[in-house]
């Protein structure tokens, strides 16, 4: 006998679209991505937390000007534009045996 087991929601992360399931057995929806992600996209990604994303800003992991930059008028604590090629970047290094 075949079971199966309902899942809520099921989100697949790849590099140039997020592939998200609204609940088992539906249609996926195909969601591209920016060349500017958001740091929820990034974090979805990277298989990470956002606050982990913004602590790589933060931190200097993530270049600023070069990496990512802080959105204008999205008050005092921003919003963070992230470049997708530096999250490529960060997903093959630290996926595909690097130093780190």
Do not use: F
């Not at 539906?26 to 974090?43: C, F, G, N, Y």
């Not at 959105?71 to 997903?91: D, M, Q």
């Amino acid at each position: 006998m075949h079971t199966t087991i309902p899942l809520r929601w099921t989100e697949v992360p790849l590099t140039d679209c997020l592939i998200t399931y609204a609940s088992p057995g539906s249609k996926p929806v195909i969601v591209p991505l920016a060349d500017e992600l958001t740091a929820r996209q990034a974090a979805h990604i990277l298989g990470i937390s956002v606050r982990r994303i913004q602590s790589l800003c933060d931190e200097g992991t993530l270049l600023e000007g070069r990496d990512w930059r802080k959105k204008t008028g999205a008050g005092p604590n921003g919003h963070y534009a992230i470049k997708r090629s530096a999250i490529i970047a960060l997903r093959t290094s630290s996926h595909g045996g690097g130093s780190k």
